[in-house]
């Protein structure tokens, strides 16, 4: 499975972008028509330290999911965005 990750307004590191694709290949396990996968990460402006967006769609042979997630850290909000998908797999199959 491909992971496309794109960032808005800032780079993302190398690590950052291991982190997001290890996490977003395990998801191929739970479902196994999961063609690939489109990340985008956003910094939103506000005062507010949970200002990190990661927005994960997955495009499957029977339509596409989508998760978006709202945390301190761009890890974190890629890994409530998973969990998300995770139950949703759950609940088509």
Excluded: C, P, W, Y
């Excluded at 990661?54 to 974190?76: C, D, I, M, P, Y």
């Excluded at 409530?80 to 199959?93: C, M, N, S, T």
């Amino acid at each position: 499975m491909t992971t496309h990750i794109q960032s808005v307004h800032f780079d993302a590191d190398q690590k950052l972008i291991q982190f997001i694709e290890e996490r977003v290949s395990k998801l191929k396990k739970f479902h196994s028509g999961i063609i690939h996968g489109d990340v985008i990460l956003k910094l939103e402006n506000s005062s507010d330290t949970a200002n990190k967006i990661a927005e994960v769609k997955l495009h499957t042979n029977n339509g596409n999911l989508f998760a978006r997630k709202q945390e301190k850290s761009f890890e974190a909000a890629v890994d409530g965005a998973v969990i998300a998908l995770k139950r949703q797999i759950e609940k088509i199959k």
